[in-house]
């Protein structure tokens, strides 16, 4: 299965910034999605980064608050912008290598804001 | 969003004993997949199910689809320390080229020796 990067691995933010989080894939992949993972839960589906088009947003999830890009199909990134304590969590990219392909996970971004 | 119904919500098990659990949804889904995840890393699939009433197998580790496509099992025999970790069950229905994961609420396994 591919190789999935992120970074940062983790980060400790103020209240009010945002942090961009970037997503390396080491082939070409046919879809790319990120998750949010809250302390102690399950993970909840943010969007599908879609390749030279805007990303798809599940319920409860805006591009203002979470901008996505994927300019390419091994990279992607998301943003979590005016951040609160409220977005710590661990913020997850997972990739479907060609359709109908079980999605997998990369290791994860641990943000905890201040 | 939905979320699956999975238990036990938690086990603590003593090495050598196998491992039952379950995931239900209140919708059909055509494939399920089943993921482990351990501290500070993301989640690894472990099975993937595609047919309703399929069983698969991946070393000690046995999933199946349930036959109304609406639950799956999971079991782990002869457990061992290494299996120490949540298992996360996951649906999913694909419609075009959308491929959206369902996730379960979680199993967190803990072994003793």
């Known amino acids: 299965s591919a190789v999935i990067s992120q970074k940062p691995s983790r980060d400790i933010c103020q209240r009010g910034t945002s942090l961009t989080i970037q997503c390396q894939v080491d082939?070409?992949?046919?879809?790319m999605f990120w998750y949010r993972q809250q302390p102690g839960q399950s993970l909840t589906l943010i969007a599908t980064?879609?390749?030279?088009?805007?990303?798809?947003?599940e319920s409860g999830f805006v591009i203002d608050k979470f901008p996505i890009s994927r300019p390419n199909l091994t990279f992607s990134t998301l943003t979590v912008s005016n951040m609160s304590p409220e977005d710590s969590s661990i913020y997850l990219c997972?990739?479907?290598?060609?359709?109908?392909?079980?999605?997998?996970f990369g290791d994860g971004t641990r943000l905890s804001i201040l | 969003g939905q979320q699956l119904n999975q238990s036990p919500q938690s086990m603590f098990i003593q090495e050598g004993e196998d491992v039952s659990m379950n995931c239900t949804s209140s919708?059909?889904?055509?494939?399920w997949l089943w993921y482990k995840q351990e501290p500070g890393e993301g989640p690894v699939l472990l099975i993937a199910?595609?047919?309703?009433?399929e069983l698969t197998s991946n070393g000690r580790l046995t999933a199946q689809f349930g036959i109304t496509r609406k639950d799956s099992f999971l079991n782990i025999s002869a457990s061992i320390p290494s299996d120490v970790g949540i298992y996360f069950c996951?649906?999913?229905?694909?419609?075009?080229?959308?491929?959206?994961?369902?996730f379960g609420t979680g199993t967190r396994l803990q072994v003793t020796l």
């Open positions: 997972s990739v479907e290598g060609s359709a109908r392909q079980p999605q997998h």
């Open positions: 082939s070409q992949v046919t879809m």
């Open positions: 980064a879609n390749q030279g088009s805007e990303a798809t947003y």
């Open positions: 919708s059909i889904f055509n494939t």
């Open positions: 199910l595609y047919k309703a009433g």
């Open positions: 996951a649906g999913q229905n694909y419609a075009g080229t959308a491929s959206k994961l369902t």
